[in-house]
């Protein structure tokens, strides 16, 4: 069993940074593929941003943060992180950071298996 405990997240004004992590339980994050999603009240989840084990290397975002947020990991670790610049009013909502063994398509939250508990972002205007 994967264990994901996120931090980081609190209140911050519009064009302020806040950078989130996530630790990991578990002997073999590094063949974890890893991601951020996001929940605002009465809206669905929204992918944020992943990134692939390793030896993949391979990053994807979500359009409403690409240019603004970084996805990284430390394998050694066993930690993942995202970096959120310039931030938006409309970034505001619960985090979520999800991890998935095997192959699975980064953007579909229904493909991962562990999840965390979430943090709360709030950027105030």
């Known amino acids: 069993q994967v264990q994901l405990v996120e931090s980081g997240g609190g209140l911050v004004q519009a064009g302020g940074s806040l950078r989130l992590s996530c630790a990991t339980s578990?002997?073999?994050?590094?063949?974890?593929?890893m991601g951020w999603f996001r929940q605002a009240p009465g809206k669905e989840r929204e992918f944020v941003a992943a990134i692939r084990r390793r030896g993949y290397g391979a990053y994807y975002y979500g359009d409403s943060v690409k240019g603004r947020f970084t996805i990284s990991r430390d394998n050694a670790r066993n930690t993942m992180y995202l970096q959120m610049n310039s931030l938006k009013p409309e970034d505001t909502a619960v985090y979520y950071c999800?991890?998935?063994?095997?192959?699975?398509?980064?953007?579909?939250?229904?493909?991962?298996?562990?999840w965390g508990q979430g943090t709360q972002v709030t950027v105030s205007s």
């Open positions: 999800a991890a998935a063994e095997g192959p699975i398509s980064p953007q579909k939250g229904d493909e991962y298996e562990y």
């Open positions: 578990g002997r073999t994050f590094s063949s974890y593929t």
